[in-house]
């Protein structure tokens, strides 16, 4: 397929990026000259000036379309939002903060145009992040592809090419509250090519995503594609029962052989230990999807827009 005969949608997130934003432009015209572009900017409630530096390169680009959020609805809400916008015959997903290199676009494209539906990356640290991240990341990733969801490699992030189809398909489908799209694409298939990169460094600002928000979208991945934290609280209610019983017998042991027991004391603690490990810690995530359950009921919208470029028609 020629460059000349698709449309390309980039759909940046952006969460307090003002000082980026400008830069960003640039890198976009200078590396992607020759492409028929659509730049979708997605503000996910930013406190510094983004929205403001949004209209303004709204007004001098035609190619550029913005939606403000009411409010933070998150990193993946921002994406959903982008994705339901963009028009093109495929669409780039980067973030904002230029960690993710636009250079890089022409090769995902490449692979688009040999057949990929989904063409994803996979970062390259040279000891950018820390040790901590790293190993968090490589043992999340494979507890993921252990409990079933294959695809999902080490230094996967939001930075990938989707085809139209897709596109569709996340629309119009899959319409979870509980967001994680990198899953949701590897629950998809389809044609998926790999693209290694090292990301540049940050420019401006401080990175949004901290240790609850990774913890947060580690668990939202967890729970919205597989029952089996469900199975494993029940092996965990086996496992204290068992445990139950065995220090039941040593209980009767020290009763019968060294009459040193306290009266009350041992049916006490069998209970205890038996029942209530048990039953809380199965509670407690039965209860998670019983939340998630919950929260899917409601059919809440993902993110509620304040502010527009473009008419929603």
């Given at each position: 397929?020629?460059?000349?005969?698709?449309?390309?949608?980039?759909?940046?997130?952006?969460?307090?990026?003002?000082?980026?934003?400008?830069?960003?432009?640039?890198?976009?015209?200078?590396?992607?000259?020759?492409?028929?572009?659509?730049?979708?900017?997605?503000?996910?409630?930013?406190?510094?000036?983004?929205?403001?530096?949004?209209?303004?390169?709204?007004?001098?680009?035609?190619?550029?379309?913005?939606?403000?959020?009411?409010?933070?609805?998150?990193?993946?809400?921002?994406?959903?939002?982008?994705?339901?916008?963009?028009?093109?015959?495929?669409?780039?997903?980067?973030?904002?903060?230029?960690?993710?290199?636009?250079?890089?676009?022409?090769?995902?494209?490449?692979?688009?145009?040999?057949?990929?539906?989904?063409?994803?990356?996979?970062?390259?640290?040279?000891?950018?992040?820390?040790?901590?991240?790293?190993?968090?990341?490589?043992?999340?990733?494979?507890?993921?592809?252990?409990?079933?969801?294959?695809?999902?490699?080490?230094?996967?992030?939001?930075?990938?090419?989707?085809?139209?189809?897709?596109?569709?398909?996340?629309?119009?489908?899959?319409?979870?509250?509980?967001?994680?799209?990198?899953?949701?694409?590897?629950?998809?298939?389809?044609?998926?090519?790999?693209?290694?990169?090292?990301?540049?460094?940050?420019?401006?600002?401080?990175?949004?995503?901290?240790?609850?928000?990774?913890?947060?979208?580690?668990?939202?991945?967890?729970?919205?594609?597989?029952?089996?934290?469900?199975?494993?609280?029940?092996?965990?209610?086996?496992?204290?029962?068992?445990?139950?019983?065995?220090?039941?017998?040593?209980?009767?042991?020290?009763?019968?052989?060294?009459?040193?027991?306290?009266?009350?004391?041992?049916?006490?603690?069998?209970?205890?230990?038996?029942?209530?490990?048990?039953?809380?810690?199965?509670?407690?995530?039965?209860?998670?999807?019983?939340?998630?359950?919950?929260?899917?009921?409601?059919?809440?919208?993902?993110?509620?827009?304040?502010?527009?470029?473009?008419s929603q028609d």
């Amino acid at each position: 397929m020629n460059k000349q005969r698709f449309l390309l949608s980039l759909i940046f997130p952006c969460y307090n990026e003002e000082k980026n934003l400008d830069p960003l432009l640039e890198a976009v015209c200078a590396e992607l000259e020759g492409f028929e572009l659509e730049l979708v900017f997605v503000d996910d409630g930013s406190i510094d000036e983004t929205l403001g530096v949004l209209r303004k390169i709204a007004a001098r680009d035609s190619r550029v379309k913005y939606v403000s959020f009411s409010r933070n609805f998150g990193h993946q809400a921002a994406l959903r939002c982008g994705l339901e916008i963009c028009q093109g015959d495929c669409c780039v997903v980067l973030d904002a903060d230029l960690q993710h290199p636009v250079r890089v676009v022409k090769t995902l494209v490449e692979h688009w145009e040999q057949g990929s539906k989904i063409v994803r990356t996979i970062r390259l640290d040279k000891g950018a992040e820390s040790l901590f991240k790293r190993q968090t990341s490589r043992w999340f990733y494979e507890l993921m592809n252990r409990l079933g969801l294959r695809g999902l490699k080490p230094g996967m992030a939001d930075f990938y090419l989707l085809d139209r189809e897709i596109i569709d398909i996340l629309k119009e489908r899959m319409k979870e509250s509980g967001l994680f799209l990198r899953g949701m694409l590897a629950w998809i298939g389809f044609e998926a090519a790999e693209v290694t990169y090292i990301p540049d460094k940050r420019l401006h600002g401080l990175s949004k995503y901290n240790l609850v928000s990774m913890l947060r979208l580690a668990f939202t991945g967890i729970t919205a594609f597989t029952t089996i934290p469900l199975v494993i609280s029940g092996a965990l209610g086996a496992f204290f029962l068992v445990l139950c019983g065995i220090y039941m017998l040593y209980v009767l042991y020290v009763h019968f052989v060294t009459g040193s027991t306290v009266p009350g004391w041992s049916s006490l603690m069998i209970v205890t230990l038996g029942c209530n490990g048990a039953t809380l810690i199965s509670l407690a995530i039965l209860g998670q999807y019983i939340g998630l359950a919950y929260l899917e009921g409601k059919g809440r919208p993902h993110y509620l827009v304040k502010e527009r470029s473009f008419s929603q028609d």
